[in-house]
């Protein structure tokens, strides 16, 4: 399923979250109503800092942790009281957890001997599974022998040779280097488009979440700020943490002079006026929070749109494709902007700049 495709039938309901909560410590909540459902298929990622629920919330669909309130629905059935094992749930872990003193293929193997599979089977099965993943010259050897990356493609098998139709991966790639990295999440992406397993998938880096993923789940302090396609997310935050966690930003703070429909007028703090759209319930005479993605904003006069601001640039960096300005507005407030790299800019030289009203998204403060 690509990002963006048609919206969710009820029939696609695979996995249920309906109000889940977790406390540990009978106090404070790791997770709080926490209603998410998953399609069959989909490619979904749990995205937030660290201490924002993702782990918890992974672990008790795999059933490692119980809910202290709610339900969990897996294909239809409560799975509240189902022990892991029985769960048929497929699993990838940061730290690979391969057992040492085993072969790649005996690891391999390990899930289809538990399940007491015959043993010609287990071998047709556990070849196909080390060719998926392109380690059959390798089946012989121990875990310590292997890479980082070659450890985490034996793990990546093992969790898809029983052919599970769910797979939870948690921060699966976070051992390995940038590079690495990169090739896994495709062969990961390949491997989802390949076989139609649903994933369930745990991260805190976003470019991951917006590569790999039909949709994301945006968390914080234990709940979904938003949740929706990497182009949702993107494009259409619904809060100013969502605004701020996935890609650059920039904020303004303000008050809000007038609302118009879905546009509202807002006098930036320290003097000027800005046209933004209304994102939830601003209101006239409340103050509001402003996000301005960098690269919406046009330099030079004839770009002008429906906002326009004279800035001072402070600094500028070149980054190869692009170069980052750093500017001030005349009411003190900073402005990062991303223009192409052709246009080398002075430290004190006076720019015009402008931005669609669109791209401005005022937010109420809480
Ligand atoms: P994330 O995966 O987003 O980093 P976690 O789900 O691991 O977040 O943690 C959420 C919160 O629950 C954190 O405050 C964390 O300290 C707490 N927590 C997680 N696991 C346990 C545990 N086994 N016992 C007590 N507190 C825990």
Not at 156 to 174: C, I, K, Q, S
Request: glycine share 10%.
């Amino acid at each position: 399923m690509a990002s963006g495709t048609a919206p969710l039938r009820e029939t696609d309901r695979f996995v249920d979250f309906i109000d889940v909560e977790k406390s540990y410590d009978g106090r404070t909540f790791a997770v709080a109503r926490l209603n998410l459902h998953v399609s069959k298929g989909e490619f979904l990622t749990l995205l937030g800092p660290s201490g924002s629920g993702k782990t918890t919330t992974l672990n008790m669909l795999a059933g490692f942790e119980r809910p202290t309130n709610g339900t969990i629905i897996l294909n239809g059935q409560p799975v509240d009281r189902s022990p892991p094992y029985e769960r048929n749930i497929g699993m990838v872990f940061q730290n690979y957890a391969l057992f040492p003193h085993l072969t790649v293929e005996e690891n391999v193997a390990f899930p289809l001997s538990v399940r007491k599979m015959p043993k010609s089977d287990i071998a047709a099965r556990v070849q196909k599974a080390l060719d998926m993943i392109q380690l059959r010259k390798f089946s012989d050897r121990r875990p310590g022998q292997l890479s980082g990356g070659q450890q985490q493609r034996v793990a990546l098998a093992r969790a898809l040779v029983f052919e599970p139709t769910l797979v939870l991966m948690d921060e699966p790639l976070g051992a390995l280097d940038k590079k690495l990295r990169e090739h896994m999440q495709l062969e990961i992406k390949q491997l989802h488009s390949m076989l139609g397993v649903t994933i369930v998938y745990v991260t805190h880096d976003q470019s991951e979440a917006l590569t790999m993923s039909d949709r994301v789940a945006v968390f914080n302090n234990g709940s979904i700020a938003q949740i929706g396609t990497p182009d949702d997310l993107y494009n259409q935050p619904a809060n100013p943490f969502v605004a701020s966690f996935i890609g650059e930003n920039n904020t303004l703070d303000g008050v809000v002079d007038d609302v118009s429909g879905a546009e509202c007028q807002v006098t930036l703090n320290g003097g000027g006026h800005i046209r933004a759209a209304a994102i939830g319930p601003v209101a006239k005479g409340a103050p509001c929070q402003i996000a301005l993605r960098p690269e919406r904003i046009r330099v030079g006069p004839a770009t002008l749109k429906d906002n326009s601001f004279q800035a001072t640039v402070e600094g500028s960096i070149y980054l190869g494709d692009h170069l980052r300005l750093l500017t001030r507005l005349g009411n003190g407030q900073l402005l990062s902007v991303k223009i192409g790299p052709e246009r080398m800019m002075a430290a004190g030289e006076t720019v015009a700049l402008g931005c669609s009203s669109l791209d401005c998204r005022a937010f109420p403060v809480q």
